[in-house]
């Protein structure tokens, strides 16, 4: 049996969870990472980061790489779109999702803390975050879903990355990017309202108070 290493707080794993509930696979077992977040990972997948998906002689890393990958074996419902013009569109999406957005907010984390905070660093990734976000704008249909009407992996990403900018961003003391992106604002209230996108939001948000407590004991 297929082994997903994720975690409740990673918006990485909401990502493929999110895909994995909408195909109703049920033959991958969601395990937690052993060894994570220390180095002990890298003997399970040397990239040491997650989610990663192991084979049983193999283990994929990298999200994207995973969710291609769970297309290629189950590819009922296709969450792929129907033509190769959709398809570049979904992809475009993901990729906005993950590595303008969902990448720069991940990496501007440690410019949360007010006290250490480098104002060129946190001003250069939400900068960019906020041009992702921005970017969006184009791409959404406004169906309700990213694209066509229906789920897709676009929403896949775009569900865990937009948690990010609502319950992250503020941390860093900047404006709303959602402020300046009334499509993606309106994408964002509809799709919490789907069963699968409400379900890794109930994941993400277990993480985070469980991540929120632990600091508290740690500074009390
Ligand atoms: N590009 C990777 C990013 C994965 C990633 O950075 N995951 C975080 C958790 S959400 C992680 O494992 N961090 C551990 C680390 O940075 O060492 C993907 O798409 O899977």
Redesign the pocket.
Known sequence: MMKLYS?D?????A?VRMQIYAKGIEDIELAP?PG??QAG?SKVSP??????LDLGDEVI??????SEYLEEVYPTPPLLGTSPRERARIRTISRIA?IYV??NI?MCIPQGRRSTRSEAVRDLLTGQTARGVRTLEHYLDGSGFAVGGALTLADCTLVPALFLVENVTPTFDVPDPLQEAPKVGAYWRQIQENPLAARVLVELHRGLEERQDLMRKAGA
């Open positions: 975690g707080l990673s918006p990485y794993s990502k990472p994570f977040p990972f990239i040491a980061r997650i989610p990663a890393a990298e999200s994207e790489v995973i993950d969902m990448n991940f």
